[in-house]
């Protein structure tokens, strides 16, 4: 069973940048699909990026341009650079891996963006 720790939330400003981790137990290649959701306070979890064991990347609308996720094989992580970050960006974000037809999430990690 693959295991995931995210790390790299904080507070930021509006405008700001953050760079989220996502650390694997297995060899991110040999993952067909990881990625980042996300979930507002009173909101559903949604979508944020994922990226495919070939290397294409996917994004919600709502971010696109502004966030570019990334892996870094060696290192078996998975990372979501986020700029021109806004107030409705705040949330904690979950990193998931797609294993054996099943998501299996990280602990989460709280981004905060306020001035």
């Known amino acids: 069973q693959v295991q995931l720790v995210e790390s790299g939330g904080g507070l930021v400003q509006p405008g700001g940048s953050l760079r989220l981790s996502c650390a694997s137990s297995k060899s991110v290649p040999s993952i067909g699909a990881m990625g980042w959701y996300r979930q507002a306070p009173g909101k559903q979890r949604e979508f944020v990026a994922t990226?495919?064991?070939?290397?294409?990347?996917n994004y919600a609308d709502s971010v696109k341009g502004r966030f570019t996720i990334s892996r870094n094989n060696a290192k078996n992580t998975v990372y979501l650079q986020m700029s021109g970050l806004k107030p409705e960006d705040t949330a904690v974000y979950y990193c998931?891996?797609?294993?054996?037809?099943?998501?299996?999430w990280g602990q989460g990690t709280q981004v905060t963006v306020s001035s």
């Open positions: 998931y891996a797609a294993v054996a037809a099943m998501y299996v």
């Open positions: 990226i495919f064991s070939g290397g294409n990347t």
